[in-house]
T-cell receptor, first 116, second 116 residues
Framework: GAVVSQHPSRVICKSGTSVKIECRSL??????MFWYRQFPKQSLMLMATSNEGSKATYEQGVEKDKFLINHASLTLSTLTVTSAHPEDSSFYIC????????????FGQGTRLTVV | AQKITQTQPGMFVQEKEAVTLDCTYDTSDQSYGLFWYKQPSSGEMIFLIYQGSYDEQNATEGRYSLNFQKARKSANLVISASQLGDSAMYFC?????????????FGQGTTLQVKP
């Protein structure tokens, strides 16, 4: 099956700093990428949808300036958490969908962010 | 309104027995897709099975089968011959609309524990 690689898997950062998370599709062209946030033992909450070469579409309640999403190529999307605060600590996971008719979206391994 | 509902926060099953995880959904679309994912403690999302709204037969993938009852808007996952490695959180998800462009909406999840 298709592979989506997410990096880093874990990151600890200080309050006020920014953190960048990468999501790469390794063997297919991802025309659409999705970014989710998940709190412990809860469901995945969609944060934004990004299409290659265009601006991301954010879900209601998600701060665009806080969570910057870039989808500059068909194999890479990045999520930058700007001026991170402890409440941003969470599990972030991306998924990617390609041009072929995949019935499932492929997920990255996820990134556990801890802001101290 | 909740579009995907999983009413069982936690389930136990004896090893080698079958277990059914419930999922109901709400949509006015005629075309939609239903998914089940497994999320072990490592956090990765593992695709298990897919059912399209126009598929007349229930989907099966190895030990996984999807009991699709369209009139009741339910898409329960049946795991046969449970194994210890099946212990994880399970999510039901729906994608509305035709094609491969829609976003996935996830249910609250069910934590399954398989007892030896």
């Amino acid at each position: 099956g298709a592979v989506v690689s997410q990096h880093p898997s874990r990151v600890i950062c200080k309050s006020g700093t920014s953190v960048k998370i990468e999501c790469r599709s390794l063997d297919f062209q991802a025309t659409t990428m999705f970014w989710y946030r998940q709190f412990p033992k809860q469901s995945l909450m969609l944060m934004a949808t990004s299409n290659e070469g265009s601006k991301a579409t954010y879900e209601q309640g998600v701060e665009k300036d806080k969570f910057l999403i870039n989808h500059a190529s068909l194999t890479l999307s990045t999520l930058t958490v700007t001026s991170a605060h402890p409440e941003d600590s969470s599990f972030y996971i991306c998924s990617a969908r390609g041009t072929r008719t995949y019935t499932e979206a492929f997920f990255g391994q996820g990134t556990r962010l801890t802001v101290v | 309104a909740q579009k995907i509902t999983q009413t069982q926060p936690g389930m136990f099953v004896q090893e080698k027995e079958a277990v059914t995880l419930d999922c109901t959904y709400d949509t006015s679309d005629q075309s939609y897709g239903l998914f089940w994912y497994k999320q072990p403690s490592s956090g990765e999302m593992i695709f298990l099975i897919y059912q399209g709204s126009y598929d007349e037969q229930n989907a099966t993938e190895g030990r996984y089968s999807l009991n699709f009852q369209k009139a009741r808007k339910s898409a329960n996952l049946v795991i046969s011959a449970s194994q210890l490695g099946d212990s994880a959180m399970y999510f039901c998800a729906m994608r509305e609309g035709r094609g491969n462009t829609g976003k996935l909406i996830f249910g609250q999840g069910t934590t399954l524990q398989v007892k030896p």
